[in-house]
């Protein structure tokens, strides 16, 4: 059974940062594409990043550039996403997911709040 | 940036009812575009990729169809489980999620 678990999330100040992570069981995570996937009120559900198979290329969403760091750890089966500079418009539940045609499986999802 | 516009954001319906969402794209896409559903508290669950090719274990009355810029999701014949909020994504470059089509009991 695959299976999907975010850690790390919770609340932090303005300015402050996070890391999160994902431990993958089930399938041959070094032979997947990771995503991080993000879901708020207000704009819905936004791809934020991903990662290739082993690592060597990683793509983002404009707004998170230079600010995420999107990683992986083949060996511990797992993903990562460094959040710094956080704002407030980060405030969303974040979900890993493996990629594909589409996303079918993802993570029960972890609550980033950013608020002083 | 490919943009992604899902209508109607409502739709109010009957068990039974016929139901259709419409996704464009504001460029060709060609058939790379996925529709999920999401329930409260739940993560998404795909239920078609490649425009019209079913997920496994997903019932046969919801079919997609389009290419290029236009989609649809249609939901043969309503039933009590599928109430729920609908997402289109492409995912020819990066991924973009449309604004979602809540489908709500009339």
């Known amino acids: 059974e695959v299976q999907l678990v975010e850690s790390g999330g919770g609340l932090v100040q303005p300015g402050g940062s996070l890391r999160l992570s994902c431990a993958a069981s089930?399938?041959?995570?070094?032979?997947?594409?990771m995503s991080w996937v993000r879901q708020t009120p207000g704009k819905g559900l936004e791809w934020v990043a991903n990662i290739k198979k082993d690592g060597s290329e990683k793509y983002y969403v404009d707004s998170v550039k230079g600010r995420f760091t999107i990683s992986r750890d083949n060996a511990k089966n797992s993903l990562y996403l460094q959040m710094d500079s956080l704002r407030a418009d980060d405030t969303a539940v974040y979900y890993c997911?493996?990629?594909?045609?589409?996303?079918?499986?993802w993570g029960q999802g972890t609550l980033v709040t950013v608020s002083s | 940036d490919i943009q992604m516009t899902q209508s109607p954001s409502t739709l109010s319906a009957s068990v039974g009812d016929r139901v259709t969402i419409t996704c464009r794209a504001s460029?060709?896409?060609?058939?790379?575009l996925a529709w999920y559903q999401q329930k409260p508290g739940k993560a998404p669950k795909l239920l078609i990729s490649?425009?019209?090719r079913l997920e496994s274990g997903v019932p046969s009355r919801f079919s997609g169809s389009g290419s290029g810029t236009e989609f649809t999701l249609t939901i043969g014949s309503l039933q009590p489980d599928d109430f729920a909020t609908y997402y289109c994504?492409?995912?020819?470059?990066?991924?973009?999620f449309g604004q979602g089509t809540k489908v709500e009991i009339k």
């Open positions: 994504q492409q995912y020819n470059h990066f991924k973009t």
């Open positions: 490649g425009a019209s």
């Open positions: 997911a493996r990629d594909g045609d589409g996303y079918v499986y």
């Open positions: 089930g399938f041959t995570f070094s032979g997947s594409w």
């Open positions: 460029q060709n896409i060609r058939s790379l």
